[in-house]
């Protein structure tokens, strides 16, 4: 899964002064999913391929390897550089054929996989059905311990691929899952422990792109991790520390190729340059406009005919440690906290509209979104947020909310820490980390205590996505480490259904479990605010709020 790059702010109590940023809708049609709002005509004009363009980039937390890239920062150069069973539509996210030619099954446990002839490498070589099934072993080994690894559990025989402990001491039972199987160059099989309803829709993730030779035979060589070879439209051709830069894949096979020849995503470690650097028609495109920007709209202004709004499917939470008793072991502590949030003034005053405050855990834009799931929880009521945090007992100590500084969410989170001094005479002060590698790593290695910023963009257009990957017990992106018994078999009975519509129902009482044992806070859903410059046309964001690579051209 992704995770999100965090938002400046302000005080809530009586008022909010801004300077900030950060990242959706109702209950989703095909139409909602691929809507809106654009800033002038000028992003329209003739597609014209060559020439080169600059983003937004900011520092990947993990190495550019598609099985242990699970945040934006990386997962957006990955998006450009690898080819999947699955495409995503960029208008709809309606999963589409690409490098498979077809996905059959006639049980949801037994699937039968046939590749288009003719897909190659960034390297010239072909992609053949062993670059899935030996690509998948490796990534699924525990040993490898890559952070997307998890993807592969639905498969027969993933559980032998484990590690016995911890620290890896017992090694894994086997090097490959019994639930993998080549037929021949084109065609291979795919057996899943129990049925599942959307298997499908999931392939088109990053961790499912099929891994070259030149990996396979050497998969500890340190160039992959920054140059990795794929089979998608562009190849990285430098990674440095400010930029990394994509250009055409001559080798490509498939139908999404771009109209740029090059692509240079430049790193920023706060919101402020890249936004200037856009007004000033020094950056391309950027995705991440300033919240103190979106004020009054003086960004409409300052971009004027050079700016849209695109809903994503993204969401915001804040995630409390697991390491912090107080919080991880009092259900209402939490649900007060998350009670005495005023998401509705700071999604208005902060955001200028920009978000839309959840009300679950789920983006509505996704099959399956239910309105109204997280209850009381969600909603601002300062006098019963009050009266339950007295009888939580309260919060010991200074309560800390940590967020990345290169990510423009100081105001919001500072404004959440005035409203809860205010309202319930808490000690609440902001940790700042440089940048979001930092805040990220401190995460994975369990360092924080109270409360830290945490974003989602879904990997495949499903409810499951928000729910599984964070709240399942042992799930790698499971930052505090939550878990939940009738949760999890909830989520195994949905897995199970015969058919989307009742794995959807299933996992809409998932969610709804979540509000009596909450692991974290619900915040805002996002629309995403993008601006480019007058030098390129034809820009959009797709529904995972993504740069559409596709479309994008040079005037």
Same mark, same amino acid.
């Given at each position: 899964?992704?995770?999100?790059?965090?938002?400046?702010?302000? +005080?809530?109590?009586?008022?909010?002064?801004?300077?900030?940023?950060?990242?959706?809708?109702?209950?989703?049609?095909?139409?909602?999913?691929?809507?809106?709002?654009?800033?002038?005509?000028?992003? +329209?004009?003739?597609?014209?391929?060559?020439?080169?363009?600059?983003?937004?980039?900011?520092?990947?937390?993990?190495? $550019?390897?598609?099985?242990?890239?699970?945040?934006?920062?990386?997962?957006?150069?990955?998006?450009?550089?690898?080819?999947?069973?699955?495409?995503?539509?960029?208008?709809?996210?309606?999963?589409?054929?690409?490098?498979?030619?077809?996905?059959?099954?006639?049980?949801?446990?037994?699937?039968?996989?046939?590749?288009? @002839?003719?897909?190659?490498?960034?390297?010239?070589?072909?992609?053949?059905?062993?670059?899935?099934?030996?690509?998948?072993?490796?990534?699924?080994? !525990?040993?490898?311990?890559?952070?997307?690894?998890?993807?592969?559990?639905?498969?027969?025989?993933?559980?032998?691929?484990?590690?016995?402990?911890?620290?890896?001491?017992?090694?894994?039972?086997?090097?490959?899952?019994?639930?993998?199987?080549?037929?021949?160059?084109?065609?291979?099989?795919?057996?899943?422990?129990?049925?599942?309803?959307?298997?499908?829709?999931?392939?088109?993730?990053?961790?499912?792109?099929?891994?070259?030779? =030149?990996?396979?035979?050497?998969?500890?060589?340190?160039?992959?991790?920054?140059?990795?070879?794929?089979?998608?439209?562009?190849?990285?051709?430098?990674?440095?520390?400010?930029?990394?830069?994509?250009?055409?894949?001559?080798?490509?096979?498939?139908?999404?190729?771009?109209?740029? %020849?090059?692509?240079?995503? *430049?790193?920023?470690?706060?919101?402020?340059?890249?936004?200037?650097?856009?007004?000033?028609?020094?950056?391309? &495109?950027? %995705?991440?406009?300033?919240?103190?920007?979106?004020?009054?709209?003086?960004?409409?202004?300052?971009?004027?005919? #050079?700016?849209? &709004? #695109?809903?994503?499917?993204?969401?915001?939470?804040?995630?409390?440690?697991?390491?912090?008793?107080?919080?991880?072991?009092?259900?209402?502590?939490?649900?007060?906290?998350?009670?005495?949030?005023?998401?509705?003034? &700071?999604?208005?005053?902060?955001?200028?509209?920009? #978000?839309?405050?959840?009300?679950?855990?789920?983006?509505?834009?996704?099959?399956?979104?239910?309105?109204?799931?997280? !209850?009381?929880?969600?909603?601002?009521?300062?006098?019963?947020?009050?009266?339950?945090?007295?009888?939580?007992?309260?919060?010991?100590?200074?309560?800390?909310? =940590?967020?990345?500084?290169?990510?423009?969410?100081?105001?919001?989170?500072?404004?959440?820490?005035?409203?809860?001094?205010?309202? $319930?005479?808490?000690?609440?002060?902001?940790?700042?980390?440089?940048?979001?590698?930092?805040?990220?790593?401190?995460?994975?290695?369990?360092? $924080?205590?109270?409360?830290? #910023?945490?974003?989602?963009?879904?990997?495949? @257009? +499903?409810?499951?996505?928000?729910?599984? @990957?964070?709240?399942?017990?042992?799930?790698?992106?499971?930052?505090?480490?939550?878990?939940?018994?009738? /949760?999890?078999? *909830?989520?195994?009975?949905?897995?199970?259904?015969?058919?989307?519509?009742?794995?959807?129902?299933?996992?809409?009482?998932?969610?709804?479990?979540?509000?009596?044992?909450?692991?974290?806070?619900?915040?805002?859903?996002? +629309?995403?605010?993008?601006?480019?410059?007058?030098?390129?046309?034809?820009? *959009?964001?797709?529904?995972?709020?993504? &740069?559409? /690579?596709?479309?994008?051209?040079?005037?």
């Amino acid at each position: 899964m992704r995770h999100m790059r965090p938002l400046i702010a302000l +005080s809530l109590a009586g008022l909010m002064t801004l300077s900030a940023c950060g990242e959706d809708v109702a209950a989703k049609d095909d139409s909602a999913a691929g809507s809106s709002a654009a800033g002038g005509s000028n992003n +329209s004009a003739p597609a014209k391929d060559g020439g080169s363009i600059t983003v937004r980039g900011c520092t990947p937390q993990n190495p $550019l390897i598609p099985s242990n890239t699970n945040e934006t920062c990386g997962g957006n150069v990955l998006d450009a550089v690898t080819a999947r069973l699955i495409h995503y539509n960029p208008d709809t996210a309606k999963p589409e054929m690409d490098i498979a030619q077809s996905i059959e099954t006639k049980d949801n446990q037994n699937f039968t996989v046939k590749i288009k @002839p003719g897909y190659k490498f960034s390297d010239g070589t072909k992609v053949k059905a062993q670059n899935f099934v030996a690509g998948w072993n490796w990534a699924a080994y !525990g040993p490898n311990a890559q952070q997307s690894g998890y993807f592969f559990e639905p498969i027969e025989g993933y559980a032998d691929e484990q590690c016995g402990d911890e620290a890896c001491k017992t090694k894994p039972k086997v090097k490959t899952m019994s639930g993998l199987k080549v037929v021949d160059d084109h065609t291979f099989t795919i057996k899943t422990t129990e049925k599942v309803s959307n298997l499908k829709v999931r392939l088109g993730y990053t961790a499912f792109a099929p891994l070259p030779d =030149a990996f396979l035979k050497d998969p500890t060589n340190k160039k992959w991790e920054k140059m990795p070879i794929g089979a998608g439209p562009y190849k990285v051709t430098d990674n440095t520390a400010t930029a990394i830069t994509v250009a055409k894949n001559e080798n490509y096979a498939g139908a999404y190729q771009g109209h740029v %020849d090059k692509v240079t995503f *430049k790193i920023y470690n706060d919101a402020s340059p890249a936004y200037n650097d856009t007004v000033a028609n020094n950056l391309d &495109i950027n %995705d991440l406009v300033p919240t103190d920007q979106l004020t009054n709209d003086q960004w409409k202004s300052d971009l004027s005919g #050079r700016w849209a &709004i #695109r809903q994503s499917g993204i969401n915001q939470t804040l995630t409390y440690s697991g390491k912090d008793k107080q919080l991880a072991s009092n259900k209402d502590l939490v649900k007060a906290l998350g009670m005495d949030i005023d998401r509705e003034t &700071i999604t208005k005053q902060i955001f200028a509209g920009s #978000r839309t405050p959840a009300d679950g855990w789920v983006s509505p834009v996704v099959d399956g979104y239910k309105k109204d799931q997280c !209850g009381q929880m969600c909603k601002y009521d300062k006098d019963k947020a009050v009266e339950l945090y007295k009888k939580s007992g309260g919060y010991k100590g200074t309560l800390t909310i =940590a967020v990345n500084g290169d990510g423009d969410h100081k105001a919001w989170s500072q404004a959440i820490c005035n409203g809860w001094k205010n309202d $319930l005479g808490l000690k609440c002060q902001l940790k700042v980390t440089p940048d979001f590698k930092t805040l990220r790593d401190m995460i994975t290695k369990r360092q $924080l205590q109270g409360f830290f #910023r945490a974003g989602w963009q879904m990997d495949y @257009p +499903s409810i499951e996505n928000f729910l599984t @990957p964070m709240y399942a017990t042992g799930a790698s992106s499971n930052d505090n480490d939550y878990s939940n018994k009738a /949760f999890d078999a *909830k989520l195994a009975d949905a897995a199970a259904a015969t058919n989307t519509g009742e794995a959807n129902k299933l996992y809409q009482k998932a969610e709804k479990m979540l509000v009596e044992d909450p692991p974290n806070i619900p915040l805002w859903t996002t +629309s995403t605010p993008f601006a480019w410059s007058n030098k390129v046309a034809n820009v *959009k964001l797709t529904p995972f709020g993504t &740069i559409d /690579f596709q479309s994008v051209s040079v005037k």
